[in-house]
Protein backbone atom coordinates (compact mmCIF):
# COMPACT_ATOMS: atom_id res chain seq x y z
CA UNK A 1 0.00 0.00 0.00
CA UNK A 2 1.13 3.85 -0.62
CA UNK A 3 1.90 6.21 1.73
CA UNK A 4 -0.97 7.77 0.13
CA UNK A 5 -3.42 5.43 0.50
CA UNK A 6 -2.15 4.70 4.02
CA UNK A 7 -2.81 7.93 4.93
CA UNK A 8 -6.71 7.36 4.22
CA UNK A 9 -7.31 3.95 5.17
CA UNK A 10 -10.35 3.78 7.44
CA UNK A 11 -10.00 2.80 11.44
CA UNK A 12 -13.26 1.09 10.78
CA UNK A 13 -15.36 0.06 8.18
CA UNK A 14 -19.37 -1.18 8.55
CA UNK A 15 -21.04 -3.29 5.71
CA UNK A 16 -23.99 -5.16 5.53
CA UNK A 17 -26.54 -2.21 6.59
CA UNK A 18 -28.80 0.31 5.10
CA UNK A 19 -27.15 3.74 6.13
CA UNK A 20 -29.48 6.63 6.07
CA UNK A 21 -27.36 9.42 5.28
CA UNK A 22 -29.16 12.20 6.58
CA UNK A 23 -29.01 14.49 3.26
CA UNK A 24 -31.61 16.80 2.21
CA UNK A 25 -31.55 14.02 -0.91
CA UNK A 26 -32.41 11.49 1.25
CA UNK A 27 -30.02 9.38 0.08
CA UNK A 28 -28.85 5.54 1.80
CA UNK A 29 -25.60 3.60 1.09
CA UNK A 30 -24.67 -0.08 2.02
CA UNK A 31 -21.33 0.73 4.13
CA UNK A 32 -19.94 3.63 6.27
CA UNK A 33 -16.56 4.09 6.98
CA UNK A 34 -14.97 6.03 9.72
CA UNK A 35 -11.28 7.27 10.47
CA UNK A 36 -9.83 9.82 13.38
CA UNK A 37 -13.23 10.38 14.74
CA UNK A 38 -14.99 11.74 11.34
CA UNK A 39 -16.65 10.20 8.59
CA UNK A 40 -14.36 9.30 5.53
CA UNK A 41 -17.08 8.08 2.68
CA UNK A 42 -20.95 6.30 2.84
CA UNK A 43 -21.31 4.18 0.08
CA UNK A 44 -21.93 1.16 -1.59
CA UNK A 45 -19.36 -2.04 0.07
CA UNK A 46 -16.99 -2.22 -2.84
CA UNK A 47 -16.66 1.80 -2.81
CA UNK A 48 -16.31 2.05 1.02
CA UNK A 49 -13.84 -1.24 1.00
CA UNK A 50 -11.58 0.39 -0.87
CA UNK A 51 -10.40 2.83 2.04
CA UNK A 52 -9.49 -0.60 3.89
CA UNK A 53 -5.99 -1.15 5.09
CA UNK A 54 -4.26 -3.49 7.00
CA UNK A 55 -5.20 -2.23 10.62
CA UNK A 56 -9.21 -1.10 9.41
CA UNK A 57 -11.75 -2.91 11.15
CA UNK A 58 -14.90 -4.54 9.15
CA UNK A 59 -17.70 -5.23 10.47
CA UNK A 60 -20.94 -6.69 9.01
CA UNK A 61 -23.71 -4.92 10.89
CA UNK A 62 -26.44 -7.73 9.16
CA UNK A 63 -28.72 -5.78 8.27
CA UNK A 64 -29.54 -3.06 10.78
CA UNK A 65 -29.94 0.59 10.48
CA UNK A 66 -27.66 2.72 10.43
CA UNK A 67 -28.14 6.76 10.37
CA UNK A 68 -26.71 10.39 12.41
CA UNK A 69 -27.04 10.34 16.15
CA UNK A 70 -30.38 12.29 17.42
CA UNK A 71 -30.02 15.58 18.51
CA UNK A 72 -32.18 17.12 21.43
CA UNK A 73 -32.24 21.02 20.22
CA UNK A 74 -34.49 21.78 23.29
CA UNK A 75 -33.69 20.38 26.74
CA UNK A 76 -32.71 20.84 30.44
CA UNK A 77 -30.00 18.67 31.30
CA UNK A 78 -29.51 17.25 33.67
CA UNK A 79 -33.14 16.70 33.47
CA UNK A 80 -34.67 14.46 36.14
CA UNK A 81 -31.48 13.30 36.69
CA UNK A 82 -31.14 15.71 39.90
CA UNK A 83 -34.17 15.32 41.53
CA UNK A 84 -33.36 11.30 41.08
CA UNK A 85 -30.32 12.12 42.96
CA UNK A 86 -30.67 15.12 45.80
CA UNK A 87 -34.71 15.75 46.19
CA UNK A 88 -37.84 14.10 45.84
CA UNK A 89 -38.88 12.68 42.40
CA UNK A 90 -42.19 13.51 41.39
CA UNK A 91 -42.09 12.14 37.80
CA UNK A 92 -43.58 8.71 38.11
CA UNK A 93 -46.31 10.04 40.48
CA UNK A 94 -49.51 9.83 38.59
CA UNK A 95 -51.83 11.29 41.37
CA UNK A 96 -51.69 13.33 44.68
CA UNK A 97 -51.72 10.64 46.71
CA UNK A 98 -48.53 9.18 45.17
CA UNK A 99 -46.87 12.35 45.21
CA UNK A 100 -47.69 12.43 48.87
CA UNK A 101 -46.60 8.85 49.45
CA UNK A 102 -42.81 10.33 48.27
CA UNK A 103 -42.90 13.15 50.54
CA UNK A 104 -43.35 11.30 53.30
CA UNK A 105 -40.99 8.49 52.77
CA UNK A 106 -38.52 11.33 51.64
CA UNK A 107 -39.26 13.07 55.41
CA UNK A 108 -38.75 9.89 57.07
CA UNK A 109 -35.54 8.48 54.93
CA UNK A 110 -33.77 12.34 55.47
CA UNK A 111 -34.54 13.33 59.40
CA UNK A 112 -31.43 15.67 59.16
CA UNK A 113 -32.93 17.82 56.00
CA UNK A 114 -33.68 21.78 56.96
CA UNK A 115 -36.04 21.57 54.05
CA UNK A 116 -37.51 19.04 51.53
CA UNK A 117 -37.51 19.81 47.86
CA UNK A 118 -38.75 17.97 45.07
CA UNK A 119 -39.87 17.74 41.34
CA UNK A 120 -42.32 16.60 38.96
CA UNK A 121 -45.82 16.66 40.16
CA UNK A 122 -48.31 16.72 37.35
CA UNK A 123 -51.41 19.17 37.50
CA UNK A 124 -52.80 16.59 35.32
CA UNK A 125 -53.49 13.96 38.16
CA UNK A 126 -55.79 17.15 40.47
CA UNK A 127 -59.50 17.87 40.45
CA UNK A 128 -62.05 20.74 40.50
CA UNK A 129 -60.23 23.95 41.58
CA UNK A 130 -56.95 22.69 42.19
CA UNK A 131 -57.21 21.56 38.54
CA UNK A 132 -57.39 25.35 37.73
CA UNK A 133 -55.39 26.83 41.09
CA UNK A 134 -52.85 24.34 41.49
CA UNK A 135 -52.98 22.03 44.58
CA UNK A 136 -53.40 23.08 47.94
CA UNK A 137 -50.57 23.64 50.84
CA UNK A 138 -52.82 21.68 53.42
CA UNK A 139 -52.25 18.74 51.61
CA UNK A 140 -48.76 19.33 52.56
CA UNK A 141 -49.25 20.74 56.17
CA UNK A 142 -50.40 17.61 56.90
CA UNK A 143 -47.12 15.87 56.43
CA UNK A 144 -44.97 18.57 57.83
CA UNK A 145 -46.61 21.79 59.10
CA UNK A 146 -42.92 23.01 60.59
CA UNK A 147 -40.44 21.63 57.94
CA UNK A 148 -40.62 23.71 54.22
CA UNK A 149 -41.86 21.89 51.56
CA UNK A 150 -41.51 23.13 47.98
CA UNK A 151 -41.77 20.90 45.00
CA UNK A 152 -41.46 22.04 41.91
CA UNK A 153 -44.08 21.07 38.77
CA UNK A 154 -43.09 18.81 36.08
CA UNK A 155 -42.95 21.71 33.78
CA UNK A 156 -41.22 23.96 35.86
CA UNK A 157 -43.56 26.55 35.74
CA UNK A 158 -45.14 26.28 39.08
CA UNK A 159 -44.31 25.85 42.54
CA UNK A 160 -46.25 23.63 45.09
CA UNK A 161 -45.57 25.34 48.59
CA UNK A 162 -46.58 24.33 52.13
CA UNK A 163 -47.29 26.83 55.08
CA UNK A 164 -44.00 26.83 56.61
CA UNK A 165 -42.42 27.40 53.11
CA UNK A 166 -44.67 30.47 52.55
CA UNK A 167 -43.59 31.53 55.70
CA UNK A 168 -39.70 31.13 55.20
CA UNK A 169 -39.69 33.30 52.54
CA UNK A 170 -41.94 35.69 53.98
CA UNK A 171 -44.46 35.22 51.52
CA UNK A 172 -48.00 36.08 52.59
CA UNK A 173 -51.65 36.83 51.06
CA UNK A 174 -50.66 40.59 50.62
CA UNK A 175 -47.62 39.76 49.03
CA UNK A 176 -48.08 41.65 45.72
CA UNK A 177 -47.84 39.74 42.42
CA UNK A 178 -44.59 40.30 40.37
CA UNK A 179 -45.22 41.07 36.66
CA UNK A 180 -46.17 37.93 34.87
CA UNK A 181 -46.76 35.72 37.84
CA UNK A 182 -49.17 34.40 39.78
CA UNK A 183 -49.51 34.06 43.61
CA UNK A 184 -53.26 31.85 44.07
CA UNK A 185 -55.24 32.84 46.74
CA UNK A 186 -58.06 31.29 48.08
CA UNK A 187 -61.05 32.75 45.85
CA UNK A 188 -63.13 32.99 48.97
CA UNK A 189 -60.98 33.85 51.80
CA UNK A 190 -58.02 35.30 50.25
CA UNK A 191 -55.87 33.07 51.93
CA UNK A 192 -52.73 31.97 50.17
CA UNK A 193 -54.04 28.84 48.36
CA UNK A 194 -50.37 26.87 47.90
CA UNK A 195 -48.77 27.60 44.57
CA UNK A 196 -47.02 29.91 42.72
CA UNK A 197 -46.83 30.26 39.19
CA UNK A 198 -44.54 31.75 36.59
CA UNK A 199 -42.54 34.86 37.75
CA UNK A 200 -43.98 34.24 41.12
CA UNK A 201 -41.92 31.17 41.93
CA UNK A 202 -38.90 33.72 41.63
CA UNK A 203 -39.89 34.36 44.95
CA UNK A 204 -38.43 31.14 46.54
CA UNK A 205 -34.79 30.69 45.79
CA UNK A 206 -33.77 28.09 44.11
CA UNK A 207 -31.64 25.41 46.10
CA UNK A 208 -28.16 25.63 44.83
CA UNK A 209 -25.89 22.37 44.11
CA UNK A 210 -22.37 22.22 43.98
CA UNK A 211 -20.51 22.40 40.56
CA UNK A 212 -19.53 18.22 41.72
CA UNK A 213 -22.90 17.78 42.61
CA UNK A 214 -24.19 18.97 39.06
CA UNK A 215 -21.31 16.78 37.46
CA UNK A 216 -22.70 13.77 39.30
CA UNK A 217 -26.40 14.26 37.57
CA UNK A 218 -25.01 15.18 34.11
CA UNK A 219 -23.14 12.02 33.98
CA UNK A 220 -26.10 10.02 35.05
CA UNK A 221 -27.95 12.52 31.95
CA UNK A 222 -25.73 11.31 29.58
CA UNK A 223 -25.57 7.62 30.14
CA UNK A 224 -29.69 7.56 30.09
CA UNK A 225 -29.41 9.86 26.29
CA UNK A 226 -27.17 7.65 25.05
CA UNK A 227 -29.51 5.03 25.33
CA UNK A 228 -31.96 6.96 23.48
CA UNK A 229 -29.29 7.47 20.47
CA UNK A 230 -29.12 10.92 21.55
CA UNK A 231 -25.49 12.52 20.38
CA UNK A 232 -26.08 16.63 20.83
CA UNK A 233 -28.18 18.34 22.57
CA UNK A 234 -29.27 22.24 23.45
CA UNK A 235 -29.53 22.61 27.13
CA UNK A 236 -31.22 25.73 28.52
CA UNK A 237 -30.95 27.03 31.79
CA UNK A 238 -33.77 29.33 33.20
CA UNK A 239 -37.13 28.63 35.55
CA UNK A 240 -35.06 26.63 37.83
CA UNK A 241 -34.28 24.30 35.42
CA UNK A 242 -31.10 23.22 33.60
CA UNK A 243 -26.99 23.28 34.92
CA UNK A 244 -24.91 25.86 34.22
CA UNK A 245 -22.19 26.40 32.35
CA UNK A 246 -19.77 25.86 34.36
CA UNK A 247 -20.83 22.23 35.18
CA UNK A 248 -20.26 21.63 31.54
CA UNK A 249 -16.89 23.31 30.94
CA UNK A 250 -16.00 20.91 34.18
CA UNK A 251 -17.19 17.45 32.64
CA UNK A 252 -15.35 18.45 29.10
CA UNK A 253 -11.95 19.46 31.19
CA UNK A 254 -11.72 16.71 32.63
CA UNK A 255 -12.62 14.68 29.31
CA UNK A 256 -16.04 13.25 30.65
CA UNK A 257 -18.48 14.75 28.22
CA UNK A 258 -19.40 12.53 25.58
CA UNK A 259 -22.44 15.00 24.07
CA UNK A 260 -22.54 17.67 21.84
CA UNK A 261 -23.48 20.56 23.47
CA UNK A 262 -25.03 23.99 22.79
CA UNK A 263 -26.51 25.99 26.22
CA UNK A 264 -28.75 29.12 25.91
CA UNK A 265 -29.67 30.95 29.53
CA UNK A 266 -32.79 32.45 30.05
CA UNK A 267 -32.73 36.21 30.10
CA UNK A 268 -35.13 37.83 32.96
CA UNK A 269 -37.05 41.09 31.93
CA UNK A 270 -37.06 42.19 35.83
CA UNK A 271 -33.52 42.78 35.31
CA UNK A 272 -31.23 45.05 33.04
CA UNK A 273 -30.99 43.25 29.75
CA UNK A 274 -27.81 44.60 28.83
CA UNK A 275 -26.05 42.93 32.13
CA UNK A 276 -27.37 39.35 31.74
CA UNK A 277 -26.22 39.57 27.61
CA UNK A 278 -22.32 41.20 29.13
CA UNK A 279 -22.40 38.35 32.08
CA UNK A 280 -23.52 35.63 29.46
CA UNK A 281 -20.42 36.74 27.25
CA UNK A 282 -18.80 36.61 29.99
CA UNK A 283 -19.02 33.33 30.79
CA UNK A 284 -19.09 32.20 27.08
CA UNK A 285 -15.76 33.43 27.30
CA UNK A 286 -14.46 31.42 30.30
CA UNK A 287 -16.44 28.18 29.43
CA UNK A 288 -16.64 27.61 25.30
CA UNK A 289 -14.78 24.78 24.89
CA UNK A 290 -14.59 22.37 21.77
CA UNK A 291 -17.84 20.39 22.79
CA UNK A 292 -19.76 22.71 24.76
CA UNK A 293 -20.46 26.17 23.66
CA UNK A 294 -22.79 29.15 24.85
CA UNK A 295 -25.17 30.07 21.86
CA UNK A 296 -28.14 31.57 22.94
CA UNK A 297 -30.04 33.55 24.92
CA UNK A 298 -33.54 32.01 26.40
CA UNK A 299 -36.53 34.45 26.47
CA UNK A 300 -40.59 33.50 27.83
CA UNK A 301 -43.11 35.28 25.83
CA UNK A 302 -45.75 33.59 28.47
CA UNK A 303 -46.50 30.95 30.45
CA UNK A 304 -48.86 28.01 29.96
CA UNK A 305 -52.24 26.82 29.50
CA UNK A 306 -52.27 24.11 32.77
CA UNK A 307 -51.61 27.31 34.74
CA UNK A 308 -54.00 29.80 32.81
CA UNK A 309 -50.65 31.98 31.99
CA UNK A 310 -50.28 31.30 28.10
CA UNK A 311 -50.93 34.66 26.18
CA UNK A 312 -53.94 33.65 23.90
CA UNK A 313 -55.62 36.11 21.31
CA UNK A 314 -59.06 34.50 22.86
CA UNK A 315 -60.12 34.01 26.50
CA UNK A 316 -59.99 31.21 28.10
CA UNK A 317 -62.74 28.11 28.45
CA UNK A 318 -65.66 29.02 30.51
CA UNK A 319 -65.48 25.70 32.09
CA UNK A 320 -61.79 26.90 33.11
CA UNK A 321 -63.07 28.40 36.26
CA UNK A 322 -61.96 31.70 35.70
CA UNK A 323 -63.80 34.87 36.45
CA UNK A 324 -61.67 37.24 34.48
CA UNK A 325 -58.73 37.05 31.55
CA UNK A 326 -56.24 38.72 34.13
CA UNK A 327 -53.54 36.40 32.94
CA UNK A 328 -53.71 36.68 29.82
CA UNK A 329 -51.22 38.90 29.18
CA UNK A 330 -47.37 38.42 28.01
CA UNK A 331 -44.40 38.19 30.24
CA UNK A 332 -42.49 40.53 27.72
CA UNK A 333 -43.63 44.55 26.59
CA UNK A 334 -43.27 44.44 22.71
CA UNK A 335 -40.58 47.16 23.03
CA UNK A 336 -38.40 45.93 25.56
CA UNK A 337 -38.65 41.98 23.86
CA UNK A 338 -37.70 43.89 20.43
CA UNK A 339 -34.87 45.82 22.21
CA UNK A 340 -33.52 42.69 24.16
CA UNK A 341 -33.26 40.89 20.41
CA UNK A 342 -31.19 43.40 18.88
CA UNK A 343 -29.12 43.00 22.11
CA UNK A 344 -28.81 39.36 22.01
CA UNK A 345 -28.41 39.61 17.53
CA UNK A 346 -25.30 42.49 18.62
CA UNK A 347 -23.58 40.14 21.42
CA UNK A 348 -23.44 37.19 18.79
CA UNK A 349 -25.86 35.06 20.85
CA UNK A 350 -29.54 33.22 19.14
CA UNK A 351 -32.78 33.84 20.32
CA UNK A 352 -34.90 31.04 22.02
CA UNK A 353 -38.32 32.32 22.99
CA UNK A 354 -40.57 30.14 24.81
CA UNK A 355 -44.37 30.96 23.25
CA UNK A 356 -47.74 28.64 23.79
CA UNK A 357 -49.99 31.06 23.00
CA UNK A 358 -51.40 32.53 19.82
CA UNK A 359 -50.97 35.90 21.04
CA UNK A 360 -47.31 35.20 22.58
CA UNK A 361 -46.36 33.96 19.74
CA UNK A 362 -48.11 36.93 17.20
CA UNK A 363 -45.86 38.96 19.87
CA UNK A 364 -42.65 36.97 19.24
CA UNK A 365 -42.85 37.62 15.56
CA UNK A 366 -43.94 41.37 16.21
CA UNK A 367 -40.78 41.74 18.02
CA UNK A 368 -38.84 40.13 15.45
CA UNK A 369 -39.77 42.12 13.08
CA UNK A 370 -39.30 45.56 14.92
CA UNK A 371 -35.63 44.65 16.15
CA UNK A 372 -35.23 43.75 11.82
CA UNK A 373 -34.92 40.49 12.28
CA UNK A 374 -35.92 40.30 8.48
CA UNK A 375 -31.76 41.74 7.93
CA UNK A 376 -30.10 39.75 10.13
CA UNK A 377 -27.64 37.00 8.22
CA UNK A 378 -28.16 33.47 9.34
CA UNK A 379 -29.45 34.81 13.23
CA UNK A 380 -31.70 31.58 13.14
CA UNK A 381 -33.90 32.60 16.04
CA UNK A 382 -36.11 30.03 17.34
CA UNK A 383 -39.84 29.59 18.24
CA UNK A 384 -40.43 27.21 21.18
CA UNK A 385 -43.48 24.70 21.61
CA UNK A 386 -45.89 26.46 19.33
CA UNK A 387 -48.98 25.12 20.90
CA UNK A 388 -51.75 27.76 19.73
CA UNK A 389 -50.88 29.11 16.23
CA UNK A 390 -52.53 30.96 13.69
CA UNK A 391 -51.78 30.10 10.01
CA UNK A 392 -50.89 33.79 8.64
CA UNK A 393 -48.50 33.58 11.80
CA UNK A 394 -46.74 30.30 10.76
CA UNK A 395 -46.44 32.33 6.89
CA UNK A 396 -45.13 35.08 8.54
CA UNK A 397 -42.26 32.91 10.44
CA UNK A 398 -40.59 31.95 7.23
CA UNK A 399 -40.04 35.80 6.13
CA UNK A 400 -38.14 36.46 9.72
CA UNK A 401 -35.84 33.40 9.37
CA UNK A 402 -37.60 31.49 12.36
CA UNK A 403 -36.43 27.97 12.95
CA UNK A 404 -39.93 25.74 14.68
CA UNK A 405 -38.74 23.86 17.76
CA UNK A 406 -41.48 21.70 18.36
CA UNK A 407 -42.31 18.31 20.73
CA UNK A 408 -43.75 15.82 19.27
CA UNK A 409 -44.27 14.08 22.41
CA UNK A 410 -47.33 15.98 23.17
CA UNK A 411 -48.50 16.20 19.57
CA UNK A 412 -51.56 14.03 20.35
CA UNK A 413 -54.57 13.64 23.15
CA UNK A 414 -52.36 12.71 25.59
CA UNK A 415 -54.22 10.15 28.07
CA UNK A 416 -55.30 12.02 31.76
CA UNK A 417 -54.17 15.22 30.13
CA UNK A 418 -55.71 16.36 26.86
CA UNK A 419 -59.63 15.74 27.96
CA UNK A 420 -58.78 17.06 31.59
CA UNK A 421 -56.21 20.20 30.99
CA UNK A 422 -56.15 21.02 27.30
CA UNK A 423 -59.92 21.05 26.35
CA UNK A 424 -60.84 22.37 29.72
CA UNK A 425 -58.61 25.29 29.80
CA UNK A 426 -59.15 25.91 25.33
CA UNK A 427 -62.32 24.59 24.65
CA UNK A 428 -62.46 21.56 22.52
CA UNK A 429 -62.24 22.98 19.31
CA UNK A 430 -59.11 25.58 20.28
CA UNK A 431 -57.80 22.02 21.73
CA UNK A 432 -58.05 20.02 18.26
CA UNK A 433 -55.93 22.34 16.39
CA UNK A 434 -53.20 22.68 18.49
CA UNK A 435 -49.60 21.60 17.80
CA UNK A 436 -49.61 22.16 14.24
CA UNK A 437 -46.71 19.81 12.31
CA UNK A 438 -47.42 19.56 8.39
CA UNK A 439 -47.91 23.03 8.29
CA UNK A 440 -44.51 24.14 9.40
CA UNK A 441 -42.59 21.78 7.14
CA UNK A 442 -45.11 22.48 4.15
CA UNK A 443 -45.17 26.32 5.01
CA UNK A 444 -41.14 25.61 4.27
CA UNK A 445 -39.50 26.08 7.71
CA UNK A 446 -36.78 24.53 9.41
CA UNK A 447 -38.22 22.34 11.89
CA UNK A 448 -36.12 20.82 14.98
CA UNK A 449 -37.82 18.10 16.87
CA UNK A 450 -36.55 17.99 20.49
CA UNK A 451 -38.36 16.54 23.98
CA UNK A 452 -38.01 19.25 26.06
CA UNK A 453 -36.84 17.02 29.29
CA UNK A 454 -37.59 16.98 32.31
CA UNK A 455 -41.18 18.18 30.87
CA UNK A 456 -40.93 14.87 28.78
CA UNK A 457 -40.17 12.65 31.54
CA UNK A 458 -38.27 9.67 28.65
CA UNK A 459 -37.16 11.57 25.94
CA UNK A 460 -36.91 8.82 23.48
CA UNK A 461 -37.15 10.49 20.20
CA UNK A 462 -38.23 7.09 18.43
CA UNK A 463 -41.43 7.57 20.53
CA UNK A 464 -41.56 11.36 19.19
CA UNK A 465 -40.71 10.34 15.71
CA UNK A 466 -43.74 7.55 15.94
CA UNK A 467 -46.32 10.31 17.01
CA UNK A 468 -45.50 12.85 14.98
CA UNK A 469 -46.09 10.48 11.96
CA UNK A 470 -49.26 9.01 13.61
CA UNK A 471 -50.59 11.92 15.81
CA UNK A 472 -51.73 9.27 17.27
CA UNK A 473 -50.67 7.50 21.21
CA UNK A 474 -47.19 6.30 21.83
CA UNK A 475 -45.42 5.19 24.47
CA UNK A 476 -48.56 3.59 26.37
CA UNK A 477 -47.63 1.89 29.53
CA UNK A 478 -45.18 4.96 30.59
CA UNK A 479 -49.57 6.21 30.01
CA UNK A 480 -50.57 3.24 32.04
CA UNK A 481 -53.56 2.87 29.42
CA UNK A 482 -53.94 0.31 26.50
CA UNK A 483 -51.95 0.32 23.32
CA UNK A 484 -53.83 1.20 20.06
CA UNK A 485 -54.00 -1.10 17.12
CA UNK A 486 -54.56 1.44 14.28
CA UNK A 487 -53.07 4.54 13.43
CA UNK A 488 -56.93 5.59 13.01
CA UNK A 489 -58.05 4.92 16.01
CA UNK A 490 -59.62 8.27 17.49
CA UNK A 491 -59.78 8.61 21.18
CA UNK A 492 -56.09 9.61 21.13
CA UNK A 493 -55.95 11.26 17.32
CA UNK A 494 -54.88 14.91 17.65
CA UNK A 495 -55.04 16.65 13.99
CA UNK A 496 -54.87 13.62 11.67
CA UNK A 497 -54.33 16.34 8.57
CA UNK A 498 -50.69 17.42 10.65
CA UNK A 499 -49.34 14.02 9.82
CA UNK A 500 -45.80 14.04 8.24
CA UNK A 501 -43.63 11.11 6.76
CA UNK A 502 -40.97 9.10 8.81
CA UNK A 503 -38.45 10.85 6.88
CA UNK A 504 -39.09 14.45 8.07
CA UNK A 505 -39.52 13.34 11.84
CA UNK A 506 -36.01 11.76 11.04
CA UNK A 507 -34.63 14.96 9.37
CA UNK A 508 -36.36 17.31 12.53
CA UNK A 509 -33.95 15.02 14.85
CA UNK A 510 -30.88 14.93 12.62
CA UNK A 511 -30.14 17.54 9.99
CA UNK A 512 -32.74 20.76 11.19
CA UNK A 513 -31.44 20.21 14.86
CA UNK A 514 -27.89 20.71 13.81
CA UNK A 515 -29.12 23.78 12.06
CA UNK A 516 -31.06 25.05 15.25
CA UNK A 517 -27.84 23.93 17.02
CA UNK A 518 -25.13 26.14 14.77
CA UNK A 519 -23.46 22.75 14.36
CA UNK A 520 -24.56 21.49 10.67
CA UNK A 521 -20.55 21.98 10.28
CA UNK A 522 -20.09 19.28 12.72
CA UNK A 523 -22.69 16.47 12.97
CA UNK A 524 -26.26 16.01 11.65
CA UNK A 525 -25.72 13.87 8.96
CA UNK A 526 -23.16 11.33 7.64
CA UNK A 527 -21.12 13.21 5.33
CA UNK A 528 -17.61 12.83 5.30
CA UNK A 529 -15.14 15.48 6.96
CA UNK A 530 -18.40 15.47 9.85
CA UNK A 531 -18.33 14.18 12.90
CA UNK A 532 -18.80 9.74 13.52
CA UNK A 533 -21.83 10.66 15.60
CA UNK A 534 -23.97 7.89 14.51
CA UNK A 535 -26.42 5.11 15.81
CA UNK A 536 -27.49 1.72 15.23
CA UNK A 537 -31.33 0.29 14.65
CA UNK A 538 -32.46 -2.96 14.90
CA UNK A 539 -34.81 -2.27 12.33
CA UNK A 540 -35.67 0.62 9.71
CA UNK A 541 -38.33 2.72 11.49
CA UNK A 542 -39.18 3.96 7.88
CA UNK A 543 -39.73 0.37 6.91
CA UNK A 544 -42.16 -0.82 10.00
CA UNK A 545 -45.52 0.25 10.54
CA UNK A 546 -45.90 3.56 11.72
CA UNK A 547 -47.66 2.25 14.81
CA UNK A 548 -44.44 0.39 15.81
CA UNK A 549 -41.67 2.62 14.77
CA UNK A 550 -41.07 3.37 18.80
CA UNK A 551 -40.38 -0.57 19.11
CA UNK A 552 -37.53 0.03 17.01
CA UNK A 553 -34.32 -0.67 19.16
CA UNK A 554 -30.84 1.59 19.79
CA UNK A 555 -28.26 -0.46 19.80
CA UNK A 556 -25.24 1.21 19.57
CA UNK A 557 -24.05 5.09 19.95
CA UNK A 558 -21.53 6.24 18.30
CA UNK A 559 -19.94 9.99 19.40
CA UNK A 560 -16.80 10.88 17.89
CA UNK A 561 -16.51 7.37 16.51
CA UNK A 562 -16.31 5.63 20.06
CA UNK A 563 -19.17 3.60 20.70
CA UNK A 564 -20.59 4.86 23.91
CA UNK A 565 -23.39 2.57 24.25
CA UNK A 566 -23.88 -0.91 23.38
CA UNK A 567 -27.24 -2.82 24.41
CA UNK A 568 -25.38 -6.13 24.27
CA UNK A 569 -23.60 -5.05 27.26
CA UNK A 570 -25.90 -2.42 28.87
CA UNK A 571 -22.93 0.18 28.72
Not at 82 to 99: F, G, M, Q, R
Not at 124 to 137: C, Y
Not at 272 to 290: F, M, P, T, Y
Not at 475 to 495: C, P, Q
Request: overall charge neutral.
Amino acid sequence: MSFSKQSFAADWIYTGATVWIGDADHRTSAALAVKDGRILAAGSETEVLRFAGPATEVEDLRGAFVMPGFLDSHTHAPGTALPDLYEVSLYTCKSPEACLRAVRRFIREHPEADEVRGAGWDIAGFTDKELIHGPRKARLDELSDVRPIILRSYDGHALWLNSAAFARYGITPRTPEPAGGVIEHDPHTGALWGTLKEEAAKLVPPRIYSVQQTVRALKLYQARMHRYGITGIASIQGAGLGASAEAFQLMEREGDLLLRIRFAKEIDPEHDVDDQIAALREVKVRCDGSLFKVTGTKFFADGVVEGGTAFLHAPYAAKAGRESDENNAAVWGLGDLASAYRAAQRAGFQSVTHAIGDAATRRVLNALRLAGAARWRDARPVITHLQVVRPQDIRRMRHLGVVASVQPFWHMKEPQWWSRVDATMLGVRRATREYPLRRLFDEGLTVASSSDHPITVQPNPLVAIEIGVTRNLAAAAWYGVADITRADSKRHLLGKGQRVSVERMLASYTRHGAFLMRCENECGALLPGLSADFIVLDRDPRAVQPIEIETCRVLRTYFCGRMVWDSASGA
